[in-house]
Each structure stands twice: as C-alpha cells, then as structure tokens.
C-alpha cells in the first residue's frame, strides 16, 4: 500500500502502453491518484481503455500529454507529484536507424525525466522500468543464470541497440540519483521484466512483447523455433512496480520474471485450452531456423545462434524476498493473453 491521499500523485509515463496501462490500472484499483502520461490524448487507442479502467475510492485519473523529447512537457507532467514510474521507451530491438529510433527515446527522455524530477522537488519515490535486456551481455553460455549483479555492458547500437538503451537509461538514472544529496533524493527503485505476456487493453499493446504471441495467434510461422522465452505476467510486473514505490532497497534492481517455457511447449499449451483455433505446434530443426533467420528480415543468424536451443535463467528471488512477489504461472499469462485479442477481433 502506498502513502494515499489527493495530495500524493502518482505519474506514469508511457501510460498508453502495455505495462504503463497495468501499472495505471493497479494504482486505481487502489484508490490512488494518477497521471498519465500519452503522446497523443486524441487517439482512443492509446486512452480510451485507460478512462474505462475500475477506481477504488479516493482514486482519480489524469491524462496529460506528454513526449520524452519535449522538455518542458516533461517537466509539466513531474510538476508537484511525489511518486515518478518512468515506464515510456522505445519497445523495438532492431530498426535502420537504431540511434535514432531506439537509443534517443530512452536516452535523451530520460535524461529530461530525472531533470524534471530534480526540478520538481517534490519527488520522494522514483521507480524506473529497466529490463532484462540492460542486464544480459551478448555472450552467455547455456544454462547459465544471470543476477542483477550483471550489465549489458557489451551492447553496440550495431549489435544490441535495445540493451544498450536500457543500460544507458539505467545508468543516466542511477549516476544522478548518486550525485543527488542523500537526505533530499527520492528513493529509486528498477524493475527488470523479460518477456511480459498477459491481457492487452489496447490493440496497440500487441506491437511489443505479445508480437511473439501474435505470431502464433496468426500462424504467421509455418512452424515455432527451438526457442526459450523467459515469462512474466503483466500484472506482477505492475505490482511489482507499485510496490517498488515503498518496499524494497533504496536503489534496488529487481529482476521480474516468473519462469521459462519453450515456444513449442507454449504452442502446445495454446492449442489445448483454444481447441477451435488452429495452431502450429511442430518445432522446426535447428538448422532450418537458422536458414529462417537468415532470411527474416528483423533478427539475423548470429542471434539465432545465441538464442536458439540454449537455456538461460534468471535470479527473481530478490524480487520475492524484498518486494513480496508471488508469480503468475507462466502458462496462464500466455494463455490468459488470447482472450481479449479473440473477443476484440484484433486477430
Ligand atoms: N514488454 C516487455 O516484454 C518488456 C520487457 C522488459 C522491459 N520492458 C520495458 O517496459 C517499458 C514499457 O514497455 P511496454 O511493453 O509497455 O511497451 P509499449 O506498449 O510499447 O509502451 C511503451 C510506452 O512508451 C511510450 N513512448 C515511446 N516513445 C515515447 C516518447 N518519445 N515520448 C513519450 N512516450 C513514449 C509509448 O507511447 P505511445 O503509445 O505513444 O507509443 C508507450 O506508452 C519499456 O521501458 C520497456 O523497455 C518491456
């Protein structure tokens, strides 16, 4: 439970997205007061479903627009609230112009984030969204498990210009909060999520993480890859957000991420609960993804070879020892995905 009271504002930025609509919608189930952040308050698909989320009492909404790039923007949305969750980046791993597309977003906004917080004064908890993708270095080797000791300290903008964005943002954000002074800073707290699956409120939230889903759900793939995804559900990762606010350590890394199941396995899964759909659940060889892979256009045969039929693992239980979490099973957040996507027709 965080501090309540309509003097106590929550801001979420990347409100539209999917773990900032989540993140929203747990606060005001809660009865807490919320603003949030969208790039563009006209479009119902970024806030329609956010005005229709469920308050407890004393809870209210706020929606403000807001783009990372715009300064003053920025730090309007910061002005006078106590508790920052900075979620907005870019969410795409590969573009043409990655500097620009990918690194600036995250770099440069937050670098008007923390300004703004520093600005406001007001400030007292600030949680950042980081990733799983700011702590795995290119090269691991398999069966290996990665803790929050751990930085993707190799990225390129050429190589991994994903890591490299989520790295830097989290640096930019950890170096100020050192530089601060000890009695006036606010507590600081990142949440690092792998692969969140879970129920989209937006058909803009099938663009990220639930592409890989959608994939499956169209049948884009004649077949799925000998592949592990590491799973954690939406709505823990929400929580675990909330309760980074108050709990936890001054200037934690919390990995967030409930367990792994193979693409196959998920298939499988899939096909059993939703029978009247089709689905493609043979794994295709190792070498016949590898010749996918060559041909695909957004992942190349270097991160097919160190991703494919190897086994990587995270260590979550600071996250359950300091923060409380108790996971979703990864199973129910890939099944409990499909829902809304049927019943909305977003197939
Ligand atoms: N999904 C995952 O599997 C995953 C895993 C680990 C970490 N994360 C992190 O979690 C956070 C949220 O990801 P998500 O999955 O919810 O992705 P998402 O649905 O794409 O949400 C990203 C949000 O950031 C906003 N945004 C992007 N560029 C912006 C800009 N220039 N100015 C203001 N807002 C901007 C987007 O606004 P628009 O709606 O206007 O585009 C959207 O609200 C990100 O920091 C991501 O790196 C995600």
Known sequence: MISHGPDVVTVVTGASGFIGSHIVANLLSRGEVVRATVRDISDPERVDHLKNLKMAEGGSLEIVEMDLFDADAVDSAIAGCSNVIHTAASVII??????????????????????????????????????????????????????TESWADDATVEENPYGLAKASA??????????????????????????????????????????????????????????????????????????????????????????DMMMGEMARSLKKEYPNRKWKTSVAPYWLSLVAAFFHP??????????????????????????????????????????????????
Not at 103 to 119: F, H, M, Q, W, Y
Request: hydrophobic content about 40%.
């Open 170 to 259: 989290e640096r930019i954000v950890r170096e100020w909060h050192e530089q601060q002074p000890v009695d006036s800073r606010p507590r600081l707290v990142t949440i690092h999520p792998c692969m969140v699956f879970g129920p989209p409120m937006s058909p803009r939230h099938l663009r990220g993480s639930l592409a890989l889903l959608m994939m499956m759900v169209r049948r884009n793939l004649p077949m799925v890859l000998p592949m592990q995804v590491s799973i954690v559900d939406v709505r823990d990762v929400a929580e675990a957000h909330v309760r980074g606010l108050t709990g936890g350590k001054d200037k934690g890394r919390y990995l967030v991420v409930a367990g």
């Open 298 to 347: 957004k992942v190349d045969v270097a991160w097919a070879k160190r991703h494919l039929r190897k086994k990587l693992y995270w260590d979550a239980t600071p996250a359950e020892n300091e923060l409380g979490m108790v996971w979703t099973d990864p199973e129910k957040s890939v099944l409990d995905t499909v829902p809304p996507i049927l019943e909305q027709n977003w197939v």
């Open 94 to 147: 590969s573009s043409k112009n990655p500097q620009k597309k990918i690194l600036d977003p995250s770099i440069i906004g937050t670098r008007n984030v923390v300004s703004a917080i520093e600005k406001s004064g007001s400030v007292e908890r600030f949680v950042h969204t980081s990733s799983t993708a700011a702590i795995r270095p290119l090269h691991w080797t398999d069966g290996q498990i990665l803790t």
